[in-house]
């Protein structure tokens, strides 16, 4: 038995949802946008916020630097509407698919992964808009 107290396969492939948060408490959630898929956000969820999440329709995450609940617009009125979310296999990593109502990050991009990684460029000029 795992600790929640299902096996390893009721975990894996039973329809009780039951994350596996670290040590620190936090899963991680990748946030998609449901029509392009494109990646707007990769943030933290602890129980609290999840459960937010669930009740408002709203995505929720656990701020690390503000140590509190942050619904994603909370100031800027960016909501990010939930359509579906997926959970891996591990439990341990959500995927959400949502509506946003504006920009993503707070720089004002559609999404906070707005520079790519060049492969061949030194770490001096290794970013790139996109």
Sequence with gaps: ??????????HEHGTRFA??????????????????????????????????????????????????LWMKGETSGNVLKVERILVDCDQDALVVHARPAGPTCHTGARSCFYRELAADADDAVALKPL
């Design 1 to 10: 038995m795992s600790v929640d107290g299902m096996t390893q396969h009721e």
């Design 19 to 68: 994350p596996k948060f670290g040590a620190d408490g936090l899963i991680s959630a990748v946030v998609l946008d449901c029509e392009t898929r494109e990646v707007l956000v990769v943030a933290f969820m602890n129980a609290e916020a999840i459960k937010a999440t669930r009740e408002s329709g709203n995505v929720t995450f656990w701020s690390r630097s503000r140590e509190r």
